[in-house]
């Protein structure tokens, strides 16, 4: 935790100021994903000077101005009528709305990069890469469903008879998750999956025909997951899932959210989101990772990489406020500062001993990353070991601070 003493006008020519202030009261606030205590002393707040009173709260506000608002308008793409009622929010976070009778829309984002996702019924829903310094978007034209395109493709396909009984507690496995916390998620609606097995290429494929209603008890989110499709690959041992999860806060009792704060931290410390932060802030070190590259001529040898900013896997910030990594074989990320979970190690057959929880990544591609750990494309990551084990149920929205 960091503290910043605010020097009074009255106090700046004194080198010794921090040391003689009178602490009055404490403000804590959080600073690029940190805890910041401003400290005042009654020598400050008491000035009459209206100056000094404007000093004061410009100060404030820089601290709390990381919020700004995107607005945009949705429209039908053939009449160009306003879409009213049309759900819009982004991906992965607690941010969402629905157009006003104008088809108009207004999110408070925090400073960072999220996907947008306009969504109607009878409609392709829409996907669009946006900042929170965007301000507005440009008008997003809604095209109808080809509904009879969507008919060819589900009753040419396979579906598995009594899916859910064969397949159900598999998916949830791997989809929600194996952990502590994913044996306090729900779902509410299974009735809505259909499964495919693919038998040549020896996969399995699950699709929705509405979006998953999730309940997490652990972490105190509802979630509302519009699921692209899951496939699980069985000769690899590799899941992939993609879809646009909106989470809202649960309702609670104090005792309540005082554990889902608590869950919510240890879920965060040593999770991708906050890797991908880290790596941002240039404090890989400090916040306990380590970064291994796989050896070009030795498939099981990781050699540690001792400069992980260097400008052969990095890309420092620039004007779009965004950084950009790339490795070009697998990469291990070993987070230092906690050990894996026992049931971790149990189900993979480790050894109890084991002080730090590895992960693998594979990326097909360079990611750009943004302050608050959004990145793209998101098909370009790969994930194995311990971070694989961590789905649905351990995964944060980006607009959470520890």
């Not at 509904?147 to 496995?173: A, P, R």
């Not at 646009?244 to 005792?255: Q, R």
């Not at 889902?260 to 790596?279: E, I, M, P, Q, V």
């Not at 990320?333 to 002080?355: A, D, G, H, R």
Request: hydrophobic share 35%; charged share 20%; with cysteine.
């Amino acid at each position: 935790m960091k503290s910043i003493f605010l020097l009074t006008p009255a106090n700046r020519d004194n080198p010794n100021a921090n040391k003689v202030l009178k602490v009055d009261f404490i403000a804590q606030i959080r600073y690029k994903h940190k805890r910041v205590n401003l400290i005042f002393s009654s020598q400050f707040i008491a000035m009459k000077n209206i100056r000094h009173i404007s000093f004061f709260l410009l100060l404030l506000s820089c601290f709390y101005s990381n919020a700004q608002t995107v607005s945009g308008r949705v429209v039908d793409s053939v009449t160009n009528e306003p879409m009213a009622g049309a759900s819009v929010y982004c991906q992965n976070t607690t941010v969402g709305t629905v157009t006003n009778k104008q088809g108009e829309f207004s999110l408070q984002l925090k400073a960072g990069g999220y996907e947008l996702i306009v969504s109607y019924t009878g409609y392709q829903t829409k996907l669009i890469r946006i900042n929170s310094t965007d301000g507005s978007v440009p008008v997003i034209g809604m095209i109808k469903e080809d509904k009879s395109l969507g008919e060819v493709i589900i009753k040419s396909s396979n579906e598995v008879k009594d899916g859910w009984d064969k397949y159900g507690k598999f998916f949830l496995e791997n989809f929600i998750g194996s952990t502590p916390n994913a044996a306090k998620c729900t779902l509410v609606n299974p009735e809505v999956l259909k499964f495919y097995l693919l038998k040549k290429s020896n996969k399995l494929r699950v699709l929705a025909t509405d979006p998953l209603q999730i309940e997490n008890k652990a972490l105190g989110y509802n979630m509302r997951y519009q699921l692209d499709s899951f496939v699980y690959y069985y000769n690899t041992d590799i899941n992939l899932y993609r879809g646009f999860c909106l989470y809202t806060e649960m309702e609670g009792n104090d005792s309540l959210k005082v554990a889902w704060a608590t869950n919510r931290s240890k879920a965060y410390f040593g999770s991708k989101l906050h890797f991908l932060r880290s790596y941002y802030d240039s404090t890989l070190t400090e916040d306990g990772y380590v970064i291994d590259l796989l050896d070009e001529n030795n498939p099981t040898k990781f050699n540690k990489i001792t400069d992980v900013y260097d400008t052969t896997y990095y890309a420092g910030l620039d004007s779009t406020n965004e950084i950009e990594i790339w490795f070009p074989r697998k990469f291990s990320v070993t987070y230092t500062k906690k050990k894996p979970e026992p049931e971790y190690l149990k189900k993979y057959k480790m050894p109890k001993n084991i002080s730090a929880a590895i992960s693998y990544i594979a990326l097909t591609d360079g990611i750009a990353i943004k302050e608050n750990g959004y990145f793209y494309d998101q098909k370009d990551w790969i994930n194995q070991g311990y971070w694989s084990w961590k789905n649905l149920a351990d995964q944060l929205p980006y607009d959470y601070a520890p």
